[in-house]
């Protein structure tokens, strides 16, 4: 049987587990893997498997920029997190799980939910908790760090959970995307892109536990839409083709819908935002000495116009970009 020292590792890191041996062995196995990979919990394994059999499961696991990203897929069986657990081991997350197959249901605070395909649930690692597969199952999960929820909303304070975010909700398919994209990567992601991807994923949790009772959901959904957008351009502004159709469609909204926004939160259109953004990543190039030419920084930021991005340069900061280039040289192209 696999044990921790042979567990394998990735170009990003990652480490993968497969529950193999007898039947004893396996449950024991995934017991601690769970332990590993997602956090402190007990497992008790169905009598017997659904399906009969020995238990099946294999699960993937990577830390990155504060956060914990899981992928599992296993034979039913039922984990619980003990008080005992909650207090010795770091409770400043929330479990936020794509029920990508199979069915769960989460009980904490006794209360419960049942997920099924296409649904997302979020429990707090800070509380008990119990997670029953009567089924095979399939998660996406994120360990999201409630630090990166504090400023998004109060909705922590006086925790209901579990919550479930059904498949039809507006934001699901956003966020089932999000969570998908962080534990499902055909592509490494760097630590920039993946805390992209996290606040995205923070600023949805936030919007949906706004719907909470008491609390003020339809301004917190309005923000977070925003905010998507922003992350969407920062993660697309090198790309010649952005604009707000795109973005709007990559945030589930019209293009109406997206100005309004702008105009509710920003100083500036979208697209008076974008041109500013694409300014100051040309300026931080050059200035950095990381490009050539000053037609090399405005291609790299999005622009495909030099004369355009020459006066809008020198109309935004007061100086030339040429006189930003290493030594002064002035830009030939």
């Not at 619980?80 to 770091?90: K, L």
């Not at 936020?96 to 979020?122: A, E, H, K, P």
């Not at 630590?191 to 009772?213: F, G, I, K, N, R």
Request: charged letters at 20%; glycine letters at 8%; aromatic letters at 8%.
């Amino acid at each position: 049987m696999e044990s921790e020292s042979q567990s394998q590792r990735c170009a990003e890191d990652w480490r993968r587990w497969k529950a193999q041996g007898s039947r004893q062995q396996r449950v024991d196995y995934w017991n601690d893997v769970i332990c590993q990979a997602v956090l402190d919990v007990d497992m008790t394994m169905q009598e017997p498997p659904v399906g009969g059999g020995l238990f099946r499961g294999s699960i993937s696991s990577l830390n990155q920029v504060g956060a914990r990203f899981v992928n599992f897929r296993s034979s039913g069986h039922e984990v619980t997190r003990t008080p005992r657990q909650v207090g010795r081991t770091d409770g400043g997350y929330l479990m936020v799980s794509l029920q990508y197959r199979g069915q769960s249901r989460l009980t904490q605070n006794r209360s419960d939910v049942v997920l099924n395909s296409g649904d997302v649930g979020i429990v707090d690692s800070g509380l008990p908790f119990s997670l029953f597969f009567p089924q095979e199952v399939d998660r996406r999960i994120v360990m999201l760090p409630k630090s990166l929820l504090a400023a998004r909303t109060r909705s922590l304070a006086n925790w209901r959970g579990p919550v479930r975010i059904a498949s039809d909700f507006v934001l699901t398919p956003l966020i089932a995307h999000t969570l998908r994209m962080l534990t499902e990567r055909a592509q490494p992601l760097t630590d920039s892109h993946a805390h992209l991807l996290l606040e995205s994923v923070a600023d949805y949790v936030a919007s949906c536990l706004s719907q909470q009772p008491g609390a003020q959901g339809a301004a917190a959904i309005a923000r977070a839409r925003y905010e998507a957008v922003l992350r969407h351009v920062a993660q697309h502004i090198a790309d010649v083709e952005l604009d707000a159709g795109g973005a709007a469609a990559a945030a589930g909204m019209s293009v109406r819908t997206l100005h309004r926004l702008f105009e509710r939160y920003a100083d500036c259109s979208f697209e008076q935002h974008v041109i500013r953004e694409r300014l100051h990543l040309a300026r931080r190039g050059l200035a950095a000495g990381r490009h050539a030419s000053v037609s090399a920084a405005a291609f790299a930021a999005g622009f495909n116009d030099l004369s355009h991005f020459t006066r809008r340069f020198r109309a935004s900061f007061g100086i030339s970009p040429s006189s930003l280039l290493s030594g002064g040289r002035e830009d030939e192209g």
